[in-house]
């Protein structure tokens, strides 16, 4: 096998929600001064061993077309940052429970001790768990756990 063909572990899709494309420009105080592209460039350094793809939209029917063809190319797992979508969004949780692949809940801020309006998820039911309030690092710790358990599913 040539040496530059890499072999992952496993592969994991983050999908982010409406206005996490304004990450380090977007209320620093809440969400840290870092853009995710960066943040991304980190990640793909720290797990070499897994492959991830990154998708952002602002459109709810594009993030549940992207849950969708996480079939198709295999998906191992799912980061799902759903934004305020995560409290609107009865179609996206519908989205989850059809593919069937295991989901993370992702929030960068600690959404429980925000607007009342954000204590509820319409998606929490269908992830097998959330992770809330600990910055980008929540998505480390999401790969993580992807990781240690190997949820590989396909």
Do not use: W
Not at 39 to 47: D, G, I, V, W
Not at 122 to 130: E, H, L, P, Q, V
Request: charged fraction near 15%; aromatic fraction near 10%.
């Amino acid at each position: 096998m040539p040496s530059n063909i890499q072999s992952f572990k496993m592969h994991l899709a983050i999908i982010n929600g409406p206005n996490l494309n304004l990450l380090g420009i977007r209320e620093p105080q809440i969400y840290g001064t870092m853009s995710f592209d960066d943040y991304s460039k980190q990640l793909e350094l720290k797990f070499t061993n897994i492959k991830l793809s990154y998708f952002q939209s602002n459109i709810e029917g594009e993030l549940i077309d992207y849950v969708q063809n996480c079939l198709a190319q295999k998906i191992d797992g799912i980061l799902l940052n759903a934004g305020a979508y995560t409290h609107t969004s009865i179609a996206l949780a519908d989205a989850i429970a059809a593919v069937a692949i295991p989901t993370i809940e992702i929030h960068i801020s600690n959404v429980m001790a925000r607007e009342d309006f954000r204590k509820t998820s319409y998606i929490a039911s269908k992830c097998i768990g959330t992770i809330s309030g600990l910055g980008l690092m929540s998505y480390e710790l999401a790969i993580q756990y992807f990781s240690a358990n190997n949820n590989k599913q396909h």
